[in-house]
């Protein structure tokens, strides 16, 4: 048994005790939503897939259609293929996009939004818009906060760069 195989084990088994037992029965038994605040609660399996960095930049990909795999990895751009192939497994895991693959020579494989993973178009989008019009106000509370634990004026800090 590889190294590989016990950690994908110990995963399942914490994955399956710790989020899908006790919360799935009970939202599907009462029909409640999730609670993020609740550390049992797979509500934060979803935020943390929405939330990582390479899904919000796939699902605003993808809202222009479906894109093979290079495609997408140019547009996003310093993604490497493991990390980019392990994002796109995940979200279609989680219902988000799906995979298709053409009977071509060569191969030819597509991924598509979903309509659950088209309902995160607007909200993902929002974030989007709010980084690029905040992202100098960002950049400049960063540097504030460098040369404030530095202790250098922004001038020797503007020198330096």
């Not at 992202?135 to 020198?159: F, K, L, W, Y």
Request: aromatic share 6%; charged share 25%.
């Amino acid at each position: 048994m590889s190294p590989f195989d016990v950690a994908y084990g110990i995963h399942r088994i914490l994955v399956t005790t710790t989020i899908h037992r006790y919360p799935l029965e009970t939202m599907k038994d009462s029909m409640r939503p999730g609670d993020a605040f609740d550390p049992s609660c797979p509500t934060r399996m979803v935020l943390d897939r929405i939330g990582d960095k390479w899904s919000v930049l796939i699902v605003l990909t993808l809202l222009d259609g479906p894109r093979r795999f290079t495609q997408l990895r140019d547009r996003i751009g310093g993604v490497t293929p493991k990390v980019l192939t392990h994002t796109l497994r995940g979200m279609e895991h989680d219902g988000l996009l799906v995979r298709r693959v053409f009977a071509e020579v060569p191969p030819r494989v597509e991924y598509e939004l979903t309509p659950l993973g088209h309902s995160l178009r607007e909200p993902i989008q929002a974030v989007a818009d709010w980084a690029e019009a905040h992202v100098q106000q960002v950049m400049a509370a960063r540097d504030r906060h460098d040369d404030d634990t530095t202790g250098r004026t922004p001038a020797e800090s503007a020198a330096t760069r």
